[in-house]
């Protein structure tokens, strides 16, 4: 979440005024950025995975994946208040998950809070409570939206 200092004290910034076109999640930092021409739109702070040191290598380690993938496709009616779906697992992902004879599962999203989770609102971020998702407050969730278009790149590292 980027704040802005006033006179009559810190407020949130205004949405970004651009399509993004590209996304970039920090893991360590708990940061999701959106850019575009290489400029920072705007900057969001996120819940992970519940053990989200590490990249996804199976279904239900609760890791959130890393590398490059392309948010694909969008959901208004998801569980999750809106979701924006993530590309993984890569071929090479899922090739080297079968090798191991366990699914790379593939559920992964950026998304909104569950019904039982809205009223904490941004409290939500204390620890990291997805199943391997990137989750946001559903204002910001509105905000990546309209910000964010399907087939929009979106590079997840450590």
Known sequence: MVLIASATGVCFSPPPQSKADRVLVLKHQHILRLLHDGHVLKEYKVALGGFPVGPKTQQGDRKTPEGIYVLDSRNAQSQYYK????????????????????????????????????????????????????????????????AVPAGTPIEIRP
């Open 83 to 146: 979701s924006l779906h993530i590309s993984y697992p890569t071929a090479a992902q899922r090739a080297a998950a079968l090798k191991r004879g366990v699914s790379p599962g593939g559920d992964v999203f950026i998304h909104g809070l569950p019904p039982h989770y809205r009223s904490l609102g941004s409290a939500h971020r204390l620890y990291d409570w997805t199943n391997g998702c990137i989750a946001v407050t559903d204002d910001e969730m509105d905000e990546l939206w309209k």
